[in-house]
């Protein structure tokens, strides 16, 4: 069974930075990309940025030159380098592991915008 946690969510000045980190756990062979998700209640869930185990990224439109995804050198572990933050980055934030089975995600971690 595979679990992730996320961690590194709290409130931040809108300018600021937080790094988000997710940790993964439990049998994982093969996957075919990692993944940072956010949502805001009554919306739906969006796409922030992507590592896939080929090592290429891709990012939302909105947070393209701002934030930076990577893989730790314990490859288990994921960021989400988070720059220049705005009001509109407050959400939920999850990780999300996408493998030939199934997708798995954490429980989310909250990250608050103050203007």
């Known amino acids: 069974q595979v679990q992730l946690v996320e961690s590194g969510g709290g409130l931040v000045q809108g300018g600021g930075s937080l790094t988000l980190s997710c940790v993964a756990s439990?049998?994982?062979?093969?996957?075919?990309?990692m993944g940072w998700y956010r949502q805001t209640p009554g919306k739906q869930r969006e796409l922030v940025a992507v590592?896939?185990?080929?090592?290429?990224?891709n990012y939302g439109d909105s947070v393209k030159g701002r934030f930076t995804i990577s893989r730790g050198d314990a490859k288990n572990t994921m960021y989400l380098q988070m720059n220049s933050l705005k009001p509109e980055d407050t959400a939920v934030y999850s990780c999300?592991?996408?493998?030939?089975?199934?997708?798995?995600w954490g429980q989310g971690t909250q990250v608050t915008v103050s203007s």
């Open positions: 999300n592991l996408h493998t030939p089975a199934r997708d798995y």
């Open positions: 439990g049998s994982i062979f093969s996957f075919h990309a």
């Open positions: 590592l896939t185990s080929g090592g290429s990224t």
